[in-house]
């Protein structure tokens, strides 16, 4: 793991840019833009726009993401998802397109909407 020194986001919201080893990527790490919300990690993959899921749910004061509703409820995202076990626990999870998180977060996220602008604007 290293940390870059840039810095992005609002006044209220210093993202940290930070490279993973994952091993069950296809690179073997991820470089994310990171920041705190809630006691989590909020984590968007740099190369390709993808949001941690699970971090984001779990700020919203859920405790566990249940991957498998969210599937019953939106099949076209089991081909989109990716699943992170292996590296830092930091980036366990479930790692969804930004456009799909947006789509979900625009809907659930409401109590959280401003800690959330780093990443949606």
């Not at 840019?17 to 989590?40: F, H, M, S, W």
């Not at 969804?96 to 602008?117: D, G």
């Given at each position: 793991?290293?940390?870059?020194?840039?810095?992005?986001?609002?006044?209220?919201?210093?993202?940290?840019?930070?490279?993973?080893?994952?091993?069950?990527?296809p690179k073997g790490y991820i470089i994310?833009?990171?920041?705190?919300?809630?006691?989590?990690?909020?984590?968007?993959?740099?190369?390709?726009?993808?949001?941690?899921?699970?971090?984001?749910?779990?700020?919203?004061?859920?405790?566990?993401?249940?991957?498998?509703?969210?599937?019953?409820?939106?099949?076209?995202?089991?081909?989109?998802?990716?699943?992170?076990?292996?590296?830092?626990?930091?980036?366990?999870g479930t790692w969804m397109p930004f456009?799909?998180?947006?789509?979900?977060?625009?809907?659930?996220?409401?109590?959280?909407?401003?800690?959330?602008?780093?990443?949606?604007?």
């Amino acid at each position: 793991m290293s940390t870059s020194n840039s810095t992005a986001g609002t006044r209220q919201h210093n993202m940290t840019c930070v490279r993973y080893n994952a091993p069950d990527t296809p690179k073997g790490y991820i470089i994310v833009d990171e920041y705190p919300l809630n006691g989590q990690v909020l984590m968007i993959d740099k190369e390709d726009d993808f949001i941690l899921w699970s971090s984001l749910w779990k700020a919203l004061g859920s405790c566990e993401v249940n991957i498998t509703r969210i599937l019953e409820l939106r099949p076209d995202l089991s081909r989109a998802i990716r699943i992170i076990k292996l590296g830092n626990n930091k980036i366990h999870g479930t790692w969804m397109p930004f456009e799909m998180v947006e789509t979900l977060a625009m809907k659930i996220a409401w109590p959280i909407r401003e800690h959330l602008i780093p990443f949606f604007g």
